[in-house]
């Protein structure tokens, strides 16, 4: 069996987990930081008290504070986009391909921000630091569980804002964010135009479609079936950690493509010697991999959180308004999309390619089909420098 290490860097990106990445790194150690507002209403009108999110940067924000580029994370993603915490640290964050000194979000041109948003997965790392379920409601010192407000993807946009205006950022040089990141981007271009100059859609979509939808219920249902789940009443009690970590299994088939898994897997035994043909305790290799590794990123998890995150991307449709149409019609900057070829959970013609028709029609759009891979939707991660380029020059213009 490979090792732990190897595993927990080469899980899909939707279960979370930190990937393999260049041996170079952002220059410079991140240092992670936490923005409090007293109160936020959200869309739907409730109000959550104490709210606080983590962020970091790299770069230098200028005299004219407009070269600032917010990077938005993905469903499981953290802000940690960049650099690493500690010189020892095995990785750096998950898109150091492309940000750093002469990197194409150069650090030596541009102010890189990303945050953590509401209700973030990784609610028990230590270095993840959000608002959610498993927060103290200060109205009745116990945690919010199921109680906590609905949020969408315009609520984790509108903490991003009061962040970044926090900053005395009036304007933003550009969005950019993959699978959920892009999501964000797209909203935030419906939601602030006169903010956005430029956004960079990677593995995503501008709403979450039907099968989309059904995909995430199937994702939460692991969880609610775990009986320590307990309707999301689990704070001081066995946690819903089996639930959970199944649900990340399921992710993380979705989030790659079957040609990853046969090439790494193939039918190779978990164990040598150990036939699963002669015991069912017997396992092939894939399915001990994905055991240890879910398990792993579950520690660092809240279920409630998951499901959370799963309904702000059912939810979501660019602007939420009436329409998509009504929505992409207030997006008035450049867009550049980037999608994965072999995506199985944004499929590329069924979202980025059909936006780059309904789009032209309404502003300026470039297509970039670089990223391939045998991965999927995760290639928007580990390839996502074969787009540098792309965007470099997109970001220049």
């Known amino acids: 069996m490979r090792s732990m290490v190897w595993a927990l860097r080469s899980l899909a990106v939707a279960a979370g987990l930190v990937f393999g990445a260049p041996a170079f790194a952002y220059d410079g150690i991140v240092e992670k930081k936490v923005f409090e507002m007293p109160s936020y209403t959200t869309l739907g009108g409730e109000t959550i008290k104490n709210v606080r999110i983590g962020w ?4 230098t924000l200028n005299a004219a504070k407009d070269n600032a580029i917010l990077v938005t994370h993905y469903f499981s993603g ?3 986009a960049a650099g690493k915490y500690k010189a020892e640290d095995k990785v750096p964050g998950y898109w150091d391909a492309i940000i750093g000194p002469g990197k194409p979000l150069d650090t030596d041109k541009y102010f890189i921000i990303s945050s953590d948003t509401l209700v973030n997965l990784g609610a028990k790392d230590p270095n993840v630091v959000t608002t959610g379920p498993a927060s103290i409601n200060p109205d009745t010192g116990k945690p919010w569980g199921m109680s906590f407000p609905v949020v969408t993807i315009r609520d984790f946009v509108e903490v991003q804002k009061a962040l970044v205006e926090s900053l005395g950022i009036k304007t933003l040089h550009a969005v950019m964010g993959a699978s ?3 999501l964000q981007a797209f909203e935030w271009g419906a939601a602030h135009p006169e903010m ?3 956004l960079v859609p990677v593995i995503g979509g501008a709403e979450a479609n039907a099968f989309l939808i059904a995909w995430l219920n199937v994702w939460a ?4 079936l775990d009986p320590n789940w307990n309707n999301g009443d689990y704070y001081g009690k066995a946690e819903p950690v089996k639930g959970l970590a199944e649900a990340l299994k399921v992710v993380t088939l979705q989030a790659n493509y079957w040609q990853w898994f046969d090439g790494k897997f193939g039918r190779k ?6 036939d699963p043909r002669a015991a069912m305790a017997n396992q092939f290799e894939v399915e001990a991999f994905l055991d240890k590794a879910a398990a792993a990123r579950a520690a660092t998890s809240d279920a409630n959180h998951f499901l959370y995150l799963v309904k702000a991307n059912q939810t979501f449709v660019t602007g939420h308004g009436a329409s998509l149409e009504e929505g992409l019609a207030k997006l008035k900057m450049p867009v550049l999309l980037i999608p994965s070829a072999n995506d199985i959970v944004f499929f590329a013609d069924e979202n980025m390619r059909s936006l780059k028709d309904k789009l032209g029609k309404i502003t300026k759009v470039e297509y970039s089909e670089a990223i391939t891979g045998p991965m999927g939707h995760v290639d928007g991660l580990f390839n996502i420098a074969k ?7 997109f970001l220049a213009q």
Do not use: C, L, N, Q
């Not at 249902?221 to 609610?224: H, M, Q, S």
């Open 180 to 182: 959920m990141g892009s």
């Open 196 to 198: 956005v100059k430029r």
């Open 387 to 393: 787009a540098g380029d792309t965007i470099a020059k």
């Open 221 to 224: 249902a692991p969880i609610k």
């Open 56 to 59: 970091e940067s790299y770069g």
């Open 269 to 274: 035994f978990a164990e040598e010697g150990k």
């Open 78 to 80: 953290t802000s940690h």
